[in-house]
Structures are given as structure tokens and as C-alpha cells.
DNA sequence: TCTTCATATGAGCAGAGCTTCATATGTTGC
DNA sequence: GCAACATATGAAGCTCTGCTCATATGAAGA
């Protein structure tokens, strides 16, 4: 938290510098801790196989309940329950309780945005299997 | 590997679903395993935030030298270095060598077309610390 | 009310990853 | 060749996180 987040081009025993005035330039430009932490959030949520399933189950079949969205990821419901509170608790779900059941949602238009930009640069082969 | 990628509709003991015929299409447009995993390397690479401020600072500097990415973001050469070491191996930017100087700059326009886009919707303010 | 079912939660473990410290490689100038 | 310098690399340590197992909550049906 107290970290330097910048650095002033002259003090003589600051850090080892080639350009210094791009160093100023390009240490201004960067956004404050805050905001680099909240976008890493929100790639982190998108970095992990198992979440990243459960996001585009959600995105090819729009609302679906826990036990369908484990089925359809090969995950076990706990593991699923686990990613969907996480998922929750950022936004990028919305939950609609019927019953006992709960169905979710994206809700998050930035990261289906995100989501749609990376599917559309994998190869986008559904299953890499041979018969 | 041999993890089940798609599960069976008309199966008595398979998995609890609730809407069989949802859980089959939403498996079958699931991309495969080697897709999956590349997308979230790719997420994965844009999700810690020291590695993030590198990226940005080679975003918004261009073609820059180690110590001064390293002045730029408030980080140590070291941990620098590593970092662009792993962004060479995944191909996100490239290195030109001069002397004993190393230049490094982006080169990755997929890993561009993200970072721009996480970045225009976080409120980009350049640091957050007021007078 | 008691059982069954769908989901949620907590604890604990195992693996991955990021940083630092120390050292190596390769380059420039003397 | 030698010293100073820019970067690269290795190993160790520490933290974080995502899974599983066990259990809890809450709803539906008998």
C-alpha cells in the first residue's frame, strides 16, 4: 500500500534511469493502485479453467441452475456452488431463487465483453476429440 | 486429461440435471480442453497487478528498457525481468537487444484489444492520491 | 413434522505463482 | 584483460487460491 508509485526524474538517488522523461510520462499515464488491482481482479476471475467454464456455460445458455451448469462443465455441484458465490459476490452473476432452486445469470456486460473478445481468438473448436 | 468433457442425456445414473436438452447444447458449444486452458493463460497473464502496470507502461511507452519499466511501475529490476521473461515466452512482447540494453515492447494484438477494453471501463484515473 | 432434495458453507489440503536474494551472462570502456 | 554495468536466471519462501469432504440451510412433498 505504501509502495512508490512513482518516481521523480530528479532525485539524484532515485532509481536507474535510461529515458527519464518517458519514465515520467509513462508512470503518470498509469492508473493509480486501485484501479490496476480492480482490473486484475477482474481478469483473475476470467483466468482460472474451471470459472471460466461456469462463465460461458452462462453465456451459451443464459440462465441455468446449479446442478445443470455441473453437468454441462463436468464440475461436482459443491465446486460449482463455490465458483458461483465468488462469482456472486463480483458482480458477474446475478442469482433468481425459485424453490430450492437457483438459477444465475451473467450480469456483468464488461465481462461478457471481455469473454466474447478472448472465445472469438481461441480456435474455437467445440470438443478436441476425435471420433 | 481423461476428465469427462460432456455428459450423457439419456443416462439413468449420470449426473442430476434439470433441463437435459439445455445441459447437451450448452456441453456441445463448451470449447475444448486446450482452448479453455489457452484462454485463461491469455486471462491469467493481464490478472496480477505488477504484471499489469508492466503491460500498461509498454502500452503507453512503447519500446522501453528494463530499468526504466521498472522506474515507471515502482518495481524492482528482478521482479521486472521475470515478468517479461514470462510475457516473451507467451508471446506478448518482443525484445529488441542493443548492447547490453534489452528494449522490449508489446506484441500481442489480441492481449492489446483486452487491455484496452478492461481498461476503458475501469475509471482511469492516473493515481489516486490526493494532495 | 419428517424425509428428501437443491444449494450453500466451512475447514483443510495441495498446488501454483510472485517476490526477493544471490549469482551468472554478456557488453562497454579503459 | 579487467572493472562497471544491464539484464537474465535459479532457488527459496511465502501467500493465495481452488478443490474436495463434510455439514448446514431451506424448501417441497408425504
Same mark, same amino acid.
Given at each position: 500500500? +505504501?509502495?512508490? +508509485?512513482?518516481?521523480?526524474? $530528479?532525485? #539524484? ?36 479453467? &474451471?470459472?471460466?467454464?461456469? @462463465? @460461458?456455460?452462462?453465456?451459451? !445458455? &443464459?440462465?441455468?441452475?446449479?446442478? $445443470? @451448469? ?5 464440475? +461436482?455441484? #459443491? ?18 431463487? #425459485? !424453490? ?6 451473467l450480469d456483468d456486460s464488461h465481462v461478457r465483453m471481455l469473454? $466474447?473478445? !478472448?472465445?472469438?481468438?481461441? +480456435? ?8
Open positions: 500500500m +505504501s509502495r512508490a +508509485s512513482y518516481v521523480a526524474a $530528479d532525485e #539524484s538517488c532515485a532509481v536507474r534511469m535510461v529515458d527519464p522523461d518517458r519514465v515520467v510520462t509513462v508512470a503518470g499515464a498509469m492508473p493509480g493502485t486501485e484501479s490496476i488491482e480492480e482490473l486484475a481482479g477482474v481478469f483473475g476471475l476470467l483466468s482460472d479453467p &474451471g470459472r471460466l467454464r461456469v @462463465i @460461458i456455460a452462462l453465456l451459451e !445458455g &443464459g440462465e441455468m441452475c446449479v446442478c $445443470d @451448469i455441473a453437468a454441462a462443465c463436468g464440475h +461436482s455441484e #459443491s465446486a460449482v456452488s463455490h465458483t458461483l458465490r465468488l462469482l456472486r459476490a463480483h458482480h458477474v452473476v446475478r442469482v433468481r431463487r #425459485s !424453490g430450492r432452486m437457483a438459477y444465475h445469470r469473454l $466474447d473478445l !478472448g472465445l472469438s481468438h481461441v +480456435s474455437h473448436t467445440p470438443d478436441t476429440e476425435a471420433p
